[in-house]
Each structure stands twice: as C-alpha cells, then as structure tokens.
C-alpha cells in the first residue's frame, strides 16, 4: 500500500454559497504537497458516498475547473442531511467507513459542514483512539446560521448578510417611493430557525448615511402581537413607511414557531406556510395597511452573484488550513476563523478542538439586539459589518454567471459489497 | 413670463431598479439645452404633486447627485397609483393641473410610467388640442411587466429578467445539492400578474452549457393540476430534482388566480397567500417530495445590484430621448426601444403616437412558450437574452451599494389653493 495516504473530503448539511471555495482551498493546497497527501476522494453526496463507496476523483479535474469553484454556490459534490450515531450504536457504520477507507488507502479525513456535521467528524477522529485506525480527521466550518462556536464566524454567514443586507434596503427604497398612495409596509422572511444572525444583517440595510425604518423579529425575543403591531404604526406614521425583517424561527410566549398557525385550504387541507405572510396578516387584520412580503428562502444562501469578498476568502482560507493541519499531524480539530480588530479588519486561522464544538449552537447574545428588541446594538453592528465587506462577482457569460459543473468521474470500487444506509 | 418654459417630470406606478436612469436621462440632458428647457420640476409622488403643487426643484441637486440617480433604485422623487378619468369626467381635475403648469410656466411633461401612465400622458397631451393649453406631453416607457405595445422592451424589465434568471440557476445549483437525502423541488414565485414575461426570464436559467430542469407556469396558460404534477414527477425522476417559477398570475381553467384559495387560520380568518406555498402544498400532497418555496416579490424589481447594464443604458436613452421629442416640438409621442438585430444585439429609439399605446397590453406571444405549456420557445430565448446583457454595478461602501437621497427641495408655492384629490 502506498505510504502516502489519499484524503477524503465531503460537503454536509444546507450548501453555501462558498462552501465550494472551501473545496477549491482543500484541493489546490492538497495538490501543493504531492509528496505528503495523495489523490483526494470527494464523498458523492456527503459521508453517504463514504458508506455507498461512491467517491469521486478530483484528481481527474483539470485546474482550471477546481479554481472556478471559488465562484461556484452550492455543493459541487452534493451534500446529505445524514447524521452518524454514537459508535456504540453503529459499530457497523463505522466499520463500513473503516473498510472504505482502508481499501482505498485513506488517512485523511475532511468534513465540511455545520454542528451535526461537527459531531459526525469527531466520531470519525476518535476511530483512530477507539480503534486505532490511522486517520486524521478535520472539520472546515460551514453555515449561513453563523451558530458554530469558537470561532468568530462562520463561513457563508457573511454572504447571505450581505445579500440580507443588500435586499432590505433596495426593496426598502422600493417601498418609500410607493408609500403615498400605495404599500406602506413590506415584510422579508429570512433563514435562521434558532439564532437571528441573518435577521440582524437586515438591519444593517440602515447606517448613519442611509437611514431606514426597519424593524427585526428574532428567535431570540418571544413575539409580542400587540408590541410589534404598536412598532409598525409608530414607524408608518413617522417615516411613512417600514421594512419588517423576519426571522423564520420566529416563536410566540409559548414557544409555538409564529409560522405554525394551523392554515387550511378552502377543503381544510392543513397548509404550509411562512412566517411571512402571517405577521402580513397580522399587519393587515389590525391596521389595514398596504402591504408586500417576501421569502428569500434559498435564493439568500446560493446568491454567489453578490457574495461577500471576505466570505469567501476565509471559506478559501479554511479549507487550506485544514489540509495544512493534516500535514502538520493533527487530528480532531476545527480550523476557525479568528478576529484581531474591527477597524480596519483583521482576522487570523486558529485552530479548536472538535470535541468543544459538536453539538454547541452560538445564538445571538442579547446584548447584540436593541433593548426594545426589534433592532441590533452598535456592538452587533461593529461584529457583523467587516463580514460583508468587499465583492467577488463571478464572471458572466451571456448575461449570467458562469458556474462550474464537474465531472465527478468515480473512483473504481474495490470492496464488492454495497452497504444500505 | 420667460419665454423660456419649464418641465415637468413625474414616476408612476410600480417603481424599478432603473427608473431613476430615465430620470437623470430626462435631467441631464435638460440641462445641456438651457437656452430651450428652464427648469425641471419632479411631481412628489408622480401626477399627485402636481394637483397638490408639490413640486421639486431638481436644479438645486448637484450634477453628482443626479448622476447617482443612474445606478439607484426606487423611484427618487416618489411615485403614485393615481390613474386620471377622461377631461369629461373630470373637468376640475385638469384644471387644476392646467394652472399650476401656468402658474409655474411648465410647458413640457415628461410622464414615467406604464400602460394606466400612458393613459394619463395622453389625456394631459390632449389638452393642447382639446384647450389650447400649450404643452407638450412625452411618456416615458417603464414597466417591470415588459407589457406595452409598439416598444420592443421596457426599461426595468431586463433587469428583472436578469435578477429572476440568475436566482433561479443559483437556486437550482443549491437544490441539485440536496436532492439526494432533502429539497428534490424547489418553487420561486414572480411577478407578472397578466402576462408572463417574467416567468419567462426564469427558463433563461437553463442553457445549453448549464442544463436545468425548470418547469415554469404562465399566466397565458391555463393550470392543470395533474399535468403539472406528471411534470414534477418526471423530472424529478429524471434529473433528481426540479425548479418551479411560478407567475403570481397563474390562474386555473375556469380563470381563478391559483393565489385565491379561501385559506383561513385557525380563528377563521381569512388569509393573505402567495402561489408559491399553494403549488408547494399541491406537490407536497400529490408527491410528498421535501420541498422549498421563494417569493421574490419587491426584491425582483428593486435589485439594482445586478441591473442588467443593457437595461439601464435603454432606460437612460428614453428619458434623453423624450427631452430631444419636445426640443423638436413633439407632443403626445413616447419614445420606443427598437430592435435592430439579436447576434450582434443592436437596438435604436423610435417613436409611436400615445394614442396607440395606452391602455393595450402586450401578453407573452403563444409561440414565446413551448408546446408542453411549461417552458420557452428558442424565439423568446433569443428576445429575451440580449435584454440581460451586461452588469452595471454600483458602488460599494461599507459592503453595502451606495444609492443616493436626493434633497428633494419643494418649489415655492404660487396657487393659494390647495386641492383635494
């Protein structure tokens, strides 16, 4: 068997719309060092390639395809939604990785994803304690929740706040030149079930040089009917007109997520719904305003059109860490993202130990939101404005950004069994 | 009185991510022929300022700011829904607009709207021939919708396309990634509530170097419900997963809006609805495929940040344009978008009498849109594509697009009166 071991790396959970720029870093710097890591063996579909031993060889792309992934949203080599349990519950599991990994000479392992992914990346590194099966496992953070701890923040967060940020005030000039005799209110419904990090960036659409009346509801703060409905009065009738930035995971008192109000259709079919239209409801049953909404829904992760420069230098940065920490005989660890200054903005790689991550969610503090709670704190405000800083557009051809597709040739499969998940 | 008149400019209707282009067009180029044109007067909130004698001096803007209006969305004097009834209908009402363009020496009117603007262009142009008022009326095209006749295009639809076109392929990246285990269909609500050139811009995602599975719904084609889930189905079996743009018109056989389902919450009250959740409830409970659903609403046409820079180049021309057709002594024209040739794109400014144009509504051509009813002919490709061509980008401070206020200052009031609407 050839001393010098092959890597494998995967992409897991919600894609980003730089994770591919994570790849890009893992890949090119894997190549620099021909002589410590081998070929890397992308998992099809997250660890479930790992399972099917459905692996891609990257080492068949051309170089000049792996550096368009820097401008590439989504996962070049599909994602899952797959969590692994404990080794104690599925020892088969792992003997499966095991056995894949040892048939195709794997001894580095890269998992790039978020909390639960965390989790499945440290079971994978104790293999080499619990069974001592040589392998090196690293796990490149990456989530638009910005919810991983230790580091300061997390990669694709910073380009859906932009684009977050971007949107509220574009559609917010779009509203105040309607206001007079039109819509007067507009609602934008935006991802985060359990932390209002993306919420908060629509604030940011306000500075000192633009002012604009907006309201956030966080997960963080119980909805309050009644308060919230006092504060777009207060706004309408001040400025003429406010944009409400909701969070998804919005939840009343009671805890009930605001989204979950037992719609049915005209045959009582229960219906899904946003939280969008209902706090549009809300506004229209108690004051009869105009009103538009919108969902961003996934078009706020994949927008790589008008990702954040910094975003994706540092999803770049920390695939390129991960692979120089293998070389450097590391094993179970999570290369971060950490911060040095504000003004001007400077950050560094440090390194944290996978077993203080997994499963830890970060939530905005509340010292981030306003004291009446619908608006962020300067303290939020200097957090989050260095992440949105800078543009990287991709190039376009025709009118439209040219994003790669890659081959993903297969590697051969050595081991003659399949293995059902 | 100076012999030299004065202008006056309003927006109308729904504004658009480069409807202030065609104002700084209109401005600019007013104030390069000062010996014919005094000054520009904006309506506040369109024809509404005028009958209020709201007026906006635009020559207290610095040209910088003026020149920002080219890259800013909204409309930056404020727009209006506020349609006039014929001059029998509403004798007082042109009056009233006939002494404050007198009482302010306006002898030119540059109206910036659609197709109900068109009408209210018209009815003030006919006031030099009906009174013997002299003034020149010019309608500048704009509309997201791309529904006025005689024009090849109007200016803020290709930038809609572009906007709609590019989310759709980012979005459809990000789902392609997650089919395996989650989202197999992703649905994007847009807008166009009669015609569905819009949606039509969604199909655009797909092209021969970058295949995707998009089924698109017109407002031009009646919904079926089965047809359209066979059509989930089979290219969710084919491909993996499917994208859905669906026009906020779409309607069924019997012409309801497919938006219009009776839903009530659980107190009974009836419920605001997009399409979007309606068509993800329908594939939900046929196919029980996990699913994902966007309303891009007021993001769609205010998206400056990735305005199509052929779009903004056209906007601009008209309102140059319409300033020349009164310097020639045109009157009740609006000035067209005239297609040369597609390879190379090639266009030139016309003209077509108003009366033509208001209130006709140019619907999606049935051999813009497939056979199957789903998706675009290679015929509205090749209309469509050239009017996505090009970025135009603004400038960034901070991360965020820096789009300018303008001061906005009101012209000294000369009617005692005021006027209720």
Partial sequence: MNPIKNAFYAQSGGVT?????????????????????GEVYAGRNGIIGALHEDLINTSAEPASSISKLRHTPSGAFG???????????????????????NAHNIGYFFYNGGGDSADTCLKVAQLST??????????????????????????????????????????SFDVASMAETSTKVFILEVMGRHAGWIAAA????????????????????????????????????HHGYVSVVVSEGVADESGRF??????????????????????????????????HWAVADYLQRSARHIASKTDVEQAYALG????????????????????????????KIGTVELSRVANVEKKLPRDYISEDGFSITRRCRDYLQPLMLGEDYPPY?????????????????????????
Same sequence: chains 1, 2.
């Fill in 17 to 37: 719309a730089v994770i591919n720029a994570s790849a890009a870093g893992v890949i090119e710097t894997a190549r620099e060092h021909g002589d410590k890591i």
């Fill in 79 to 101: 994602s899952c939604r797959y969590k692994l349990k404990s080794i104690e519950e599925n020892r088969l599991v792992y003997q499966r990785l095991m056995d894949v990994f």
């Fill in 130 to 171: 619990r069974t001592g099966y040589p392998i090196q496992a690293i796990h490149i953070p990456k989530t638009v929740d910005n919810d991983l701890p230790f580091t300061d923040n997390c990669p694709g967060f910073g380009s859906v706040a932009k684009y977050i940020a971007i949107s509220t005030r574009e559609a």
């Fill in 202 to 237: 629509g604030a940011m659409a306000s500075d000192d040089r633009t002012e604009i009346p907006i309201i956030v509801l966080f997960p963080e703060i119980p909805f309050n009917r009644t308060r919230f409905i006092a504060e777009v009065r207060r706004k309408v009738e």
């Fill in 258 to 291: 605001l989204s979950d109000q037992g719609l049915v259709d005209a045959f009582g079919h229960a219906q899904l719904g946003g939280v969008a239209p209902v706090v549009a409801n809300m506004v229209k049953q108690d004051l009869g305003f105009k009103l």
């Fill in 320 to 347: 390129k860490a991960a692979v120089e920490l293998v070389i450097s005989g590391k094993n179970s660890v999570m290369p971060t993202i950490d911060r040095i200054r504000n003004q001007p903005y400077e950050w």
């Fill in 397 to 421: 051809e025709g009118g439209l950004p040219e994003y790669v597709r890659l081959e993903n040739n297969p590697v051969g499969k050595k081991l003659g069994t399949d293995f059902s998940l």
